[in-house]
């Protein structure tokens, strides 16, 4: 049994499960987030919620092509080179704004727990509307050298850059702003929060209010061990440039590649599974 065939078997049955799960859950949050009356003016729910409608797109846009491509043969980037840079380029934003939302509400849990009454209030709702608008307009922009460079190699027929510089660009931004800077910020204000809560013990005197905290705290470690191994990956690919591979060691990190790749949908999927459970009890207070 070939590293390949594992591979192809692994991404269709197990792509399979985080579209469904990735689906409902996301899609359940997105009718809890913004039905729930207490949260519609919280600036962390805000940031679930916009990070579960990206995540649902995503999922949708770059799971499902992975399904049929490794099920099937099918792939559309391999014919249509239109669809080959739109998705690079809806790929290249929506896991832009989904991290830099899960880093907000780490941050807007920070403030919301500080005994600063300035730090205190900056986490209100018409901040957070502004601050993801200019997320969403920075990533539209930052993303567009996609729709140039990624096109369709007439040697090996798949969608790749084009451009050597952009291709180096790609590879130390996905390490450090997608994955390092992250899970850093993610770390610092995680723990911040955390000590907050032991020192100010007003702030934690609503269930709500624990259950927000306690989301944002799990989605810490889930980002952790879901994205620094594909910051690991990436730093990798750009140490090996230029390395002579021969076919065993390509297959090897194709298949680590797709393992890897493949986790980093935890994100997207199964932490809605998370909040789903954790702002159920939410719900339940608040009736």
Known sequence: ??????????????????????????????????????????????YFLIASIINVIYIIINLISRI?????????????????KARQYLIGVFSL????????????????????????SLSNIILAHRIVLIVVIVGCIHTIPCLIFFDISPVTKTCVNINAVYNYYVI?????????IPVIIMIIFGYLTYRNIHLTKVLAQQQADRQLIRMTLIEVVLVVFTITPYGINNAYSLASVGVAK??????????????????????????????????????????
């Open 1 to 46: 049994m070939s590293l390949l065939y594992i591979s192809q078997q692994v991404t269709i049955y197990l792509g399979f499960f985080l579209l469904v799960v990735g689906v409902i859950g996301n899609g359940i949050n997105i009718l809890v987030f913004s039905s729930v009356r207490t949260y519609r003016k919280s600036p962390c729910t805000f």
């Open 68 to 84: 049929v491509s490794a099920g099937y043969g099918i792939d559309l980037t391999r014919t249509s080179s239109t669809w080959c």
């Open 97 to 120: 704004i989904s991290i830099t939302c899960s880093c907000l509400a780490t941050i807007d849990q920070f403030l919301l727990t500080s005994r600063n009454a300035y730090l205190r």
């Open 172 to 180: 130390i931004y996905v390490l450090t702003v997608t994955c390092m």
């Open 246 to 287: 021969n076919a065993d060691r390509l297959m090897s990190e194709y298949f680590a590649s797709t393992m890897i790749s493949l986790l980093t949908y935890f994100y997207y999927a199964v932490w809605e599974v998370v909040t789903c459970f954790l702002f159920r009890q939410v719900v339940f207070v608040e009736q």
